[in-house]
């Protein structure tokens, strides 16, 4: 895993076409760091805090004061053909705040290469990838990053420097980067130097906010995506305890086991307490609406409502399972007995099979369209689950085509409403 330091370089001061030297002050620290490239200092900032930061990409246009990057290196002592090279990179920005620039990409790599003679435990990247405001600088900038920045890596983002669309498109990069590079939250940080420029000092911000934004929108989209709301119970910050219990319910929920005692325990929590940052307080609103199944005395109806909301969240292997179960659990409520007389248990697979298969199950008690689609609901379970009823053209075309799935699905909820609401024959 490296460490990749990121930033922007502008077109620096309207009225040189230059960075003028600022103090930076970051917190905790009393000594300001002086540079014109606050960059520079936040790279020694994390190296004095025990980072090595493997490498340093640089992005910009060609109007960028690139020549002002040699502010990073203390004494750095040109040679002629260097100075030269600099004074080339300082008159195209220079010009360019009225014509085109003309710097060229290979004067840029040999700029690289100029600092990175000089600056030996960091590598300097870099590039040029325009303004933002096109597709076309848009995808550069998406390319430099991607290429950098490698699997398990960990990001500094300095958004100091630079146009306001450069580090708002590189924001939303990182948060693909996130997921496709493997990186872990806490591994993206951000970092903002506010200017005062009449006393020429800048104040560092740790924008620490952008990381819960991340774990929140992560923790709200895997519940909208695959209905677990344990992150967002973790975001809420209400401690071990809570953290614990939200993942003992979420277990629970998977596993078909989830009593309403418990999360109507953690509902009242959440409804009672105060939350000091707005975001806990919208993830608590979030998480509480999640629970909602819970009001719901009834395991078959709560159950119902999971395969509904699976089923809306296309997860049709669960939704179908969830679907069925519902309907043994609720049969089972309704034959209540064996011919024996032993009390049929709703946790038995064994009984929920009686409670629909047997001479005394549901079936019997059903006409013969709740019949029939009681019966299509069990073989689209029992081709899904287990691959069987591979004969029947109906149960065949509803694996094969979603509406024919969803059609079977609605028709296996009205047997469910009719057998909880009691709409058949005694």
């Known amino acids: 895993m490296s460490i990749v330091l990121v930033s922007f370089i502008g077109n620096g001061n309207l009225s040189g076409g230059e960075y003028f030297s600022t103090d930076y002050y970051f917190e905790g620290e009393t000594t300001a760091r002086t540079t014109k490239i606050f960059g520079s200092v936040l790279l020694q900032h994390l190296v004095d805090n025990g980072k090595k930061v493997d490498s340093w990409l640089i992005m910009g246009t060609k109007e960028s004061i690139w020549f002002d990057l040699i502010d990073i290196v203390q004494n750095p002592n040109l040679t002629a053909e260097e100075t030269e090279l600099q004074t080339l990179l300082f008159d195209n920005a220079y010009h360019s705040k009225t014509d085109e620039s003309q710097i060229k990409p290979e004067q840029l790599t040999d700029w690289q290469g100029v600092l990175n003679s000089r600056l030996t435990n960091t590598e300097i990247i870099c590039r040029l990838v325009g303004h933002a405001s096109t597709a076309k600088s848009q995808e550069l900038i998406f ?34 980067l996130r997921y496709s590079k493997e990186i872990k939250i806490e591994n993206i940080r951000f970092y903002y130097a506010s200017l005062d420029s009449t006393k020429k000092i800048g104040t560092v911000h740790n924008l620490d906010f952008c990381n819960e934004l991340m774990k929140a929108t992560e923790a709200v989209a895997i519940y909208e995506q695959t209905g677990n709301y344990e992150q967002i119970g973790e975001q809420v910050n209400l401690g071990v305890d809570f953290n614990t219990k939200i993942k003992k319910l979420t277990f629970a929920d998977e596993m078909h086991r989830a009593s309403s005692e418990l999360p109507n325990e953690l509902k009242k929590q959440l409804e009672k307490t105060n939350f000091d940052k707005p975001i806990e307080h919208s993830l608590s609103t979030k998480l509480i609406k999640s629970l909602d199944w819970s009001d719901d005395l009834s395991f078959a109806k709560r159950l119902c409502k999971k395969a509904v909301s699976n089923k809306n969240k296309r997860q049709y292997f669960k939704a179908i399972a969830s679907l069925y179960e519902a309907v043994a659990i609720a049969s089972c409520l309704i034959v209540m007995k064996r011919d024996d ?41 029992n081709t899904v689950l287990h691959g069987t009823e591979k004969t029947i053209p109906n149960i065949m075309n509803s694996i094969k085509d979603e509406q024919g799935f969803l059609q079977i699905f609605e028709k296996g909820l009205e047997v469910f409403e009719d057998i909880v609401n009691g709409r058949i024959k005694s």
């Open 341 to 381: 007389g032993k009390q049929l248990d709703i946790n038995d697979y064994n009984d929920r099979n009686y409670a629909i298969n047997s001479n005394n199950g549901i079936k019997w008690k059903l006409d013969k369209s709740q019949e029939e689609k009681l019966n299509n609901l069990q073989k689209l379970r």
């Open 143 to 176: 390319n430099s990053l991607d290429k950098e920045i490698n699997k398990g890596d960990e990001i500094v983002f300095d958004v100091t420097h630079g146009l306001r669309s450069q580090p708002i498109i590189t924001t939303f990069i990182l948060m693909y």
